[in-house]
């Protein structure tokens, strides 16, 4: 393991408890080894990008400290998503309902493009229901290959009817590192 670096991980949901599935996903993130959850964003509904016919999305940000490599998280989140059901591989299930999506959105302030992984992620300044919650969390952060912060890039995509603050979202969520102690409202 090497330094550690901040990283910002997306989770979504529009399949079964869509809830269980964003704790179970930070649970297992908390438990995994070179990794340490320090904030995480409100929990948002949102209508779904994709085929019709698809249930509303839960989605929400987390901030990591971790030690992994971006590859090595990549894989972690990967192997949290395939634990949960997810299938990955054909274009269909790309866009179609899932029990878990984890995106990586940023590590460090790198840029990288390589076979499976981009960062900043390719489609993050285009997401209002990744940009609400990330911003919660480091709206000055300067996107890394746009030059312009996070806030500004989500004032462009602002749309209030495109997401609501999920109301049964239980308090222990907000809480950093294993669901005991506090966490500030900024993990910058």
């Given at each position: 393991m090497g330094e550690s670096v901040q990283a910002y991980i997306a989770l979504g949901s529009n399949l079964g408890a869509r809830e269980i599935h964003l704790y179970q996903a930070r649970l297992a993130l908390e438990m995994a080894t070179g990794i340490e959850v320090?904030?995480?964003?409100?929990?948002?509904?949102?209508d779904p990008v994709g085929p019709e016919g698809?249930?509303?999305y839960l989605n929400a940000?987390?901030?990591l400290q971790t030690e992994l490599s971006a590859r090595a998280l990549l894989d972690q989140l990967l192997e949290i998503e395939r634990q949960q059901g997810?299938?990955?591989g054909t274009e269909i299930e790309r866009w179609s309902a899932r029990?878990?999506?984890?995106?990586l959105l940023l590590y460090?302030?790198?840029c990288k493009e390589?076979?499976?992984?981009e960062i900043p992620h390719p489609r993050l300044h285009e997401r209002a229901f990744v940009l609400?919650?990330?911003c919660e969390l480091a709206g000055d952060r300067v996107h890394p290959r746009l030059a312009e912060t996070l806030e500004t890039l989500r004032a462009r995509l602002a749309d209030p009817g495109a997401w609501r603050i999920w109301p049964q979202m239980s308090p222990d969520w907000r809480l950093a590192g294993p669901l005991e102690s506090p966490q500030s409202e900024s993990c910058q």
């Open positions: 320090v904030c995480a964003s409100r929990i948002y509904e949102t698809q249930g509303p940000v987390l901030g997810r299938r990955r029990t878990l999506d984890l995106d460090a302030d790198e390589e076979e499976g992984l609400e919650p990330l």
